[in-house]
C-alpha cells in the first residue's frame, strides 16, 4: 500500500546515508534478499541511485520459499541455501572485489538471515569478503515482529566481527505512527559518535523523520593518555556492612537447573514421557504426571521426596526443563540427566542455566556457603 511504499523509500534513503560513516563513494553493498524478488529488486535499484554506493549486489535463496524446518528434506534446503549464498558471494568478490555494506532487505526472514550468519561462519575469514575498516551492516525494525532483525546484528558483530573493535547502533526514526522505525547497524569504527551525530542529521534531511540514537553498545572508551587516578581506590575503601548482612541472611537450601532443548525432527508426548522416566530413573520413588490440554503441547511433572522436574514442550521443537531438588543434586548430575532425557532422540542443549535456591537473598550455592565462615572480601587488611 502507499504508506509502506513510502515507508520503504525511507528506509532506503536512511540505509545510505548512514553509508556516510564509510569513507569513499564507490562502495560496493550486499542486499540480502527474501522471498519477494520483485520487492528486493526494486530496493536494491533505489539504493544504486545514491552517490555513495557504486554497486548493488542482490544474494537470495528461492530454495527456502515456504521453508518447513519440520519437512524430511529441511536440512538438505539449508545445505543448499548455504552452498548458494557461497557460491553467489565468491563469484561476486572474485569478479568485483571485497563488500564494504550489508544491507538485510525489508523482505528477508529469519531463515535466510540464519543461514548467511552460517555461511560466514563456515566458510570464510570475514577480511575475505569484507574490506578491513571498511564495514557497515544494515538493518531496520518497523514494528515489534521484527525483532529478529536486533538479535542477527548482535550475532554477526558478536560471532563475525568477533572480538575486533565494533558497535552496535539503535537509532529512532519516527514521524507519525506510520512512519516510524527503528534503524539498526554495526560498525568496525570503534569511536562513531560525532560522526553518527553529523550522519542522523542527513538521515533528518532526506526521510523528513526525527531521529534518536536510543543504544550504542561495544565502543571503547577515548583512550587518555598518561592517565592518573586523583585517588585510587581498594575494596578496603568501602563499607562493607550491608553486603556481609545480607551474605548472612541467606539460607541456601537447593539447587534449580533449566535447561532448553530443541530439535528439528518430530516430538511428541509419547517420546518426551518416555525421556523423562528413562532420566528419572535415577531418583527414587519416582511419581509422574501428564497434562495435555494446555495447547499444543504438553506438561511432564515428575516428583519425588527430594525434588522435582517439569518439562514444558510447545508442540513443536523446543522443550523447557526445569529440575529441582534439595539434595544430590550438582552439575554432574544435571549433565547425567540432560544426557539420559536426550537419549535416542535429537535433542541438543540450547541453554543451561543453575540457580542456588532457598531464603534470605540466595546467592551461594549450598555446598560452598558456611554461615560461621567470613567471606574473604569482608576480612580486613
Known amino acids: 500500500d502507499v504508506a509502506y511504499k513510502a515507508k520503504q523509500v525511507s528506509i532506503n534513503n536512511a540505509f545510505a546515508d548512514m553509508t556516510q560513516l564509510i569513507e569513499g563513494n564507490e562502495l560496493k553493498a550486499l542486499l540480502l534478499c527474501g522471498d519477494d524478488m520483485a520487492t528486493c529488486e526494486s530496493n536494491s535499484n533505489a539504493l544504486k541511485g545514491k552517490d555513495s554506493i557504486g554497486q548493488v549486489v542482490n544474494v537470495g535463496c528461492p530454495m527456502v520459499k515456504d521453508f518447513n524446518r519440520f519437512s524430511e528434506n529441511a536440512e538438505e534446503i539449508l545445505d543448499s541455501c548455504m552452498n548458494h549464498l557461497a557460491e553467489t558471494i565468491e563469484m561476486s568478490v572474485e569478479k568485483d572485489g571485497l563488500f564494504n555494506v550489508i544491507i538485510v532487505d525489508s523482505t528477508a526472514n529469519k531463515i535466510i538471515t540464519s543461514v548467511f550468519a552460517r555461511t560466514f561462519k563456515d566458510f570464510y575469514d570475514k577480511y575475505d569478503v569484507l574490506e578491513k575498516g571498511k564495514i557497515i551492516i544494515l538493518s531496520a525494525m518497523t514494528d515489534r515482529s521484527d525483532e529478529w532483525h536486533e538479535n542477527f546484528l548482535k550475532s554477526f558483530k558478536e560471532k563475525v566481527l568477533l572480538s575486533d573493535p565494533a558497535v552496535y547502533v539503535e537509532v529512532a526514526l519516527y514521524g507519525t505512527a506510520d512512519d516510524d522505525f527503528k534503524l539498526l547497524l554495526v560498525s568496525e569504527h570503534d569511536d562513531i559518535v560525532n560522526e553518527l551525530k553529523v550522519v542522523t542529521k542527513f538521515v533528518e534531511r532526506t526521510t523528513g523523520l526525527e531521529s ?112 529441582f531438588a534439595y539434595e544430590g543434586l550438582d552439575e554432574e548430575e544435571s549433565e547425567a540427566f540432560n544426557l539420559w532425557f536426550r537419549g535416542n532422540t535429537s535433542l541438543r542443549v540450547v541453554l543451561y542455566d543453575e540457580h542456588p535456591r532457598g531464603f534470605g537473598r540466595v546467592v551461594s550455592y549450598k555446598h560452598d556457603f558456611d554461615p560461621d565462615v567470613e567471606p574473604h572480601w569482608a576480612q580486613g587488611k
Open 212 to 323: 534518536e540514537v536510543r543504544l550504542i553498545n561495544g565502543g571503547l572508551w577515548k583512550k587518555q593518555e598518561n592517565f592518573r587516578a586523583s585517588h585510587p581506590y581498594s575494596p578496603d575503601d568501602y563499607d562493607k556492612t550491608s553486603p556481609l548482612e545480607q551474605w548472612k541472611s541467606q539460607h541456601p537450601l537447593g539447587l534449580q537447573i533449566i535447561t532448553q532443548m530443541e530439535t528439528e525432527n518430530p516430538l511428541s508426548k509419547d517420546v518426551l514421557t518416555k525421556c523423562l522416566r528413562r532420566a528419572s530413573k535415577r531418583f527414587r520413588l519416582v511419581k509422574i504426571e501428564e497434562y495435555d490440554d494446555l495447547g499444543d503441547g504438553c506438561v511432564l511433572m515428575a516428583t519425588w521426596r527430594e525434588g522435582s522436574v517439569f518439562v514444558l514442550w510447545d508442540g513443536r521443537g523446543h522443550v523447557d526443563i526445569n529440575l
